[in-house]
């Protein structure tokens, strides 16, 4: 063997460049932080639902492109993200992942902040007097939040256009469903991967890898339509394919999910819709799922799972809902260890055995074709400026 090359027969070097990725972009710290800079600090972010937000002072927090982020509903019911830090000496602010507070106090000198983001309390303040610095100044920094369909977005680029323009229309493919009844949260959970933010997110694009699951190969792929659903391409990178009816009753105890579909949808209908770069919306008849992503470094991720079911529901019908959404996507559902188990094995060899990977596949579009994947690097190398399938492009 004189090199990684030679454990493939593959002819990498004859392929476009669009249809394979050098696999060191999920490996490569450099390549990370790069990412971190022209991606996650410079596109609108998915950060949480309104409906966790639901009442006066409730917060959340997060991480955007390493920046701490506090979201907060005011007392004037707007939302508002700033960054987790103190003003003084840069503590970070609130640790709790949620919870509710009319104002949040540093451990280490007692600054105080209100649910705006103000600075309310400085001790012996008088003592900035000799710089002219009051606590008018000091409030925490505010950061650009806007919610559409009851999701909420953050934005770190002051200058980025507004958050309508980047979703390019792409969340009309659910329109019908935020259209008819409010959706709350109703299942959290976050799981570290130790893959690459990319691998997650393919995993929600191409279907060729449905293969992969029990489930999909019982209740979907046995019916020819699942083959051919066309995908359809957003600017920015955002990626719908087409709805398919799924047959529940094929699979081994398995039961319709038709009479607690969601309003808007057919009887066990099932969509998806990505988000360039990190989010999937995937609808599977009862449940609207939601992932987002907080990268953490080349090769481990931290995925947010949140389930939305219709507000105010009858408890019966919550209940049977929650155990519907557990059942596929909950952390021991059908689906999610899957796809986990295969992202992490995938990562095991990155840039070691494994050089390349490839997004070749062409169907016109249709369900397995590898086209929203290429779509997805198009956009990564718009915004990083980097050539995904060319370590030679690489910086040192
Ligand atoms: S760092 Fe927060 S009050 Fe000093
Ligand atoms: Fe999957």
Same mark, same amino acid.
């Given at each position: %063997?004189?090199?990684?090359?030679?454990?493939?027969?593959? $002819?990498?070097?004859?392929?476009?460049?669009?249809?394979?990725?050098?696999?060191?972009? *999920?490996?490569?710290?450099?390549?990370?932080?790069?990412?971190?800079?022209?991606? *996650?600090? !410079?596109?609108?972010? *998915?950060?949480?639902?309104?409906?966790?937000?639901?009442?006066?002072?409730?917060?959340?927090?997060?991480?955007?492109?390493?920046? +701490? =982020?506090?979201?907060? @509903?005011? $007392?004037?019911?707007?939302?508002?993200?700033?960054?987790?830090?103190?003003?003084?000496?840069?503590? !970070?602010?609130?640790?709790?992942?949620?919870?509710?507070?009319?104002?949040?106090?540093?451990?280490?000198?007692?600054?105080?902040?209100?649910?705006?983001?103000?600075?309310?309390?400085?001790?012996?303040?008088?003592?900035?007097?000799?710089?002219?610095?009051?606590?008018? #100044?000091?409030? =925490? !920094?505010?950061?650009?939040?806007?919610?559409?369909?009851?999701?909420?977005?953050?934005? =770190?680029?002051?200058?980025?256009? $507004?958050?309508?323009?980047?979703?390019?229309?792409?969340?009309?493919?659910?329109?019908?469903?935020?259209?008819?009844?409010?959706?709350?949260? =109703?299942?959290?959970?976050?799981?570290?991967?130790?893959?690459?933010?990319?691998?997650?997110?393919?995993?929600? %694009?191409?279907?060729?890898?449905?293969?992969?699951?029990?489930?999909?190969? !019982?209740?979907?792929?046995?019916? +020819?339509?699942?083959?051919?659903?066309?995908?359809?391409?957003?600017?920015?990178?955002?990626?719908?394919?087409? /709805?398919?009816?799924?047959?529940?009753?094929? %699979?081994?105890?398995?039961?319709?999910?038709?009479?607690?579909?969601? /309003?808007?949808?057919?009887?066990?209908?099932?969509?998806?819709?990505?988000?360039?770069?990190?989010?999937?919306?995937?609808?599977?008849?009862?449940?609207?799922?939601?992932?987002?992503?907080? +990268?953490?470094?080349?090769?481990?991720?931290?995925?947010?799972?949140?389930?939305?079911?219709?507000?105010?529901?009858?408890?019966?019908? @919550?209940? #049977?809902?929650?155990?519907?959404?557990?059942?596929?996507?909950? +952390?021991?559902?059908?689906?999610?260890?899957?796809?986990?188990?295969?992202?992490?094995?995938?990562?095991?060899? %990155?840039?070691?055995?494994?050089?390349?990977?490839?997004?070749?596949?062409?169907?016109?579009r249709l369900t397995q074709d590898d086209f929203p994947v290429r779509e997805f690097y198009r956009q990564w190398e718009r915004l990083t400026g980097l050539r995904a399938a060319s370590a030679s492009m690489l910086p040192e």
């Open positions: %063997m004189k090199g990684n090359e030679t454990f493939y027969s593959i $002819p990498w070097e004859d392929l476009p460049p669009t249809h394979y990725v050098d696999n060191r972009i *999920f490996c490569d710290q450099k390549i990370f932080d790069i990412e971190q800079r022209t991606i *996650f600090s !410079k596109v609108w972010k *998915f950060v949480c639902c309104e409906s966790e937000l639901a009442g006066t002072n409730d917060f959340r927090t997060t991480t955007v492109a390493g920046v +701490p =982020l506090l979201i907060v @509903r005011g $007392p004037d019911a707007k939302i508002r993200a700033m960054v987790n830090s103190c003003s003084h000496r840069g503590v !970070k602010l609130v640790e709790e992942p949620a919870g509710n507070a009319r104002k949040f106090e540093c451990l280490f000198h007692r600054w105080t902040y209100d649910a705006r983001g103000r600075c309310i309390d400085i001790p012996r303040e008088e003592g900035y007097a000799c710089v002219k610095i009051d606590k008018a #100044q000091c409030g =925490l !920094k505010q950061v650009r939040c806007e919610s559409t369909r009851g999701l909420v977005f953050v934005n =770190l680029d002051d200058d980025a256009a $507004p958050l309508e323009d980047y979703l390019a229309g792409c969340l009309s493919v659910f329109d019908d469903v935020f259209g008819q009844v409010e959706l709350e949260v =109703l299942h959290f959970h976050e799981q570290v991967l130790d893959t690459d933010w990319k691998h997650w997110q393919e995993t929600n %694009m191409e279907l060729y890898h449905e293969y992969l699951h029990v489930l999909n190969r !019982k209740t979907g792929m046995i019916d +020819p339509a699942y083959f051919n659903r066309a995908w359809h391409a957003f600017e920015n990178g955002h990626m719908a394919v087409d /709805p398919l009816i799924i047959q529940y009753e094929k %699979m081994q105890g398995g039961a319709s999910r038709e009479e607690h579909t969601l /309003p808007g949808l057919k009887p066990n209908e099932f969509r998806i819709l990505d988000i360039f770069p990190d989010v999937m919306l995937n609808c599977r008849a009862s449940v609207l799922r939601i992932d987002t992503q907080i +990268p953490l470094a080349a090769g481990k991720t931290l995925v947010q799972f949140r389930g939305l079911g219709v507000k105010g529901e009858p408890e019966q019908m @919550r209940r #049977q809902r929650i155990r519907d959404h557990a059942e596929f996507w909950g +952390p021991f559902g059908r689906n999610l260890p899957e796809d986990a188990l295969a992202t992490e094995r995938q990562k095991e060899t %990155m840039g070691k055995a494994s050089k390349y990977s490839l997004m070749a596949r062409e169907e016109n």
